[in-house]
Structure formats: C-alpha cells, structure tokens
C-alpha cells in the first residue's frame, strides 16, 4: 500500500509545534505542567503521524480517539515494531495529559517531570521523523 506521507507530515508538524511551544514555555516559565501536556500532546501526534503514513485516518478512526499512549503505540507495532522501545516512557507520560484539567487530587509533577517529558517526547518525534523522511 502506498504511504501517506502529506498527512504524516501534517500530523508532525503539529507534533512539532507543541514540542518547541513546551520548550520555550520551560525556558521562559518552568511551568512544570503546561510543559508536560504539551509533550505528551506532542508524543501522541507524532505516533498518530506514524498511523496517516500507513493511511489510517486517526480522525475518523474510532478506536484512535484516544491519549493513552501505550494504545498508540500498539496500533504503530503493526507497522513500525521498533516504538515498542516507548512504552515505558510513553504509559508515564500519558499521565501528564490529565494535569491539563482542575482535579481534586493534583498530580503534582516536578521539574524531573518536566525535563523527562521534553526528552522523551523529542526522542519520539526524532524517531518518527526519521521514518517519514525515509519513506
């Protein structure tokens, strides 16, 4: 089957945005959980690009309107059994989408929070860009 490689692009790019708008925020701010939304945003669009590469429409994918990343990156095993290497660093990071909302019981993340997030999300979209440029 032919790649998608003009939605997959699309999909990282945002992937992208949301990285450099966590990365500046951090130097700017250190406001630990906006920062770490915002990776774990990024993360998920990233792998998301993964599956439009594959021609799979996430939008109109029922099963895919989902943030939980471990979720992802099971569906881009199909094709790229290489993301497995995420799935620690993504079922953590997935936490870190919940903050983005008042609760009763804060996560209270840290700034170990914050700089883990940054890492793992650039290595996720730096594996992800490498596969689309390869295609």
């Known amino acids: 089957m032919r790649k998608n490689k003009a ?4 999909w990282l790019n945002k992937a992208k945005d949301h990285l450099t ?3 500046a925020g951090w130097e700017e701010s250190e406001i630990v959980s906006d920062t770490c939304v915002l990776c774990q945003q990024a993360a998920e669009k990233a792998l998301k ?6 021609n799979i429409d996430v939008e109109k994918t029922p099963s895919l309107k989902i943030h939980r990343l471990v979720d ?3 569906e881009c095993k199909q094709y790229y059994p290489q993301v497995e290497k ?3 660093d993504c079922d953590r990071l997935t936490v870190y ?3 983005r909302y008042p609760s009763e019981i804060p996560l209270n ?6 700089a ?10 730096n594996f992800v860009e490498e596969v689309i440029s390869s295609t």
């Open 116 to 125: 883990f997030a940054l890492a793992v999300a650039e290595e996720i979209l």
């Open 109 to 114: 993340l840290t700034e170990e929070d914050a």
């Open 72 to 74: 992802i990156i099971e």
């Open 97 to 99: 989408y919940f903050d």
């Open 49 to 54: 690009a993964l599956l439009e590469l594959e």
């Open 7 to 10: 939605a997959a692009e699309i």
């Open 21 to 23: 708008f966590a990365s």
């Open 86 to 88: 995420f799935e620690d």
